[in-house]
């Protein structure tokens, strides 16, 4: 599978974006996608993933009351909506996917997007 992320940008303490996810290629139910993220200096984090399939989406503590992820599957499309965005928010924000088993670790993912930035200003 190949993994377009867009959607990125600058946007006030409060506010809301939508990432997008575009996937080309095996597409099935077994496939997962998941959203992560990298700060500066720090390490990749969890947000969210999902089965393509659809069923329970699982979220990362800090995210699970503001961030929601969804498919579209016309437009073959994996979103990450995002509110109450807060200045810790900012990172580059990635798109990944693996078949078959859900987890959170990013080193677990072979597939991954090009990154997104979000910048989330005071």
């Known amino acids: 599978v190949q993994l377009q992320a867009s959607g990125g940008g600058l946007v006030q303490t409060g506010g809301s974006l939508r990432l997008s996810c575009a996937a080309s290629?095996?597409?099935?139910?077994?496939?997962?996608m998941g959203w992560f993220r990298q700060a500066p200096g720090k390490e990749r984090h969890f947000l969210a993933r999902?089965?393509?399939?659809?069923?329970?989406?699982y979220y990362a503590d800090s995210v699970k009351d503001r961030f929601t992820i969804s498919r579209d599957g016309a437009k073959n499309t994996v979103y990450l909506q995002m509110n109450s965005l807060k200045p810790e928010d900012t990172a580059v924000y990635y798109c990944?996917?693996?078949?078959?088993?859900?987890?959170?670790?990013?080193?677990?993912?072979?597939?991954w997007g090009q990154g997104t930035q979000v910048t989330v200003s005071s």
């Open positions: 290629g095996r597409t099935d139910n077994s496939l997962v």
């Open positions: 999902m089965y393509w399939g659809g069923g329970s989406s």
């Open positions: 990944a996917a693996r078949y078959y088993w859900g987890t959170h670790k990013s080193n677990e993912y072979r597939y």
